[in-house]
């Protein structure tokens, strides 16, 4: 997964992905900057990494995020840094205030 998530333009296709499921062709039209083959190819990363769930649908290829990896690793690494974090500006902010 964080092979998927390391380049820029995957990120930004989930962006993209987390208001609305989109066409792979809605997705090329975002990123004009890379052509369809490439868009694909992307998609494809994101899809072996439990990403993007794909849907076909007559001649469309519908594109969903999966939000589920991306919750997994919140609450192994992310959750309790951030709670410790929290902790630590909390007490030092209480701590500043009873200086001043």
């Known amino acids: 997964m964080f092979r998927a ?8 296709m989930l962006d993209v992905l987390r208001d609305d499921p989109q066409t792979t062709g ?5 990123f004009p900057e890379i052509d369809r083959c490439t868009v694909m190819q992307h998609l494809k990363v994101l ?10 649908r ?5 594109n969903h995020l999966n939000p589920l990896p991306i919750a997994q690793i919140h609450e192994r690494w992310i959750g309790d840094y951030a709670a410790r974090a929290v ?4 007490r ?3 701590e500043l205030e009873g200086k001043a």
């Open 5 to 12: 998530l390391a380049a820029p333009v995957r990120r930004a």
């Open 26 to 30: 809605a997705l090329c039209a975002r």
């Open 47 to 56: 899809e072996q990494a439990d990403l993007v769930i794909a849907e076909k």
């Open 58 to 62: 007559g001649r469309e290829r519908w």
């Open 87 to 90: 902790g630590f500006l909390g």
């Open 92 to 94: 030092l902010k209480v």
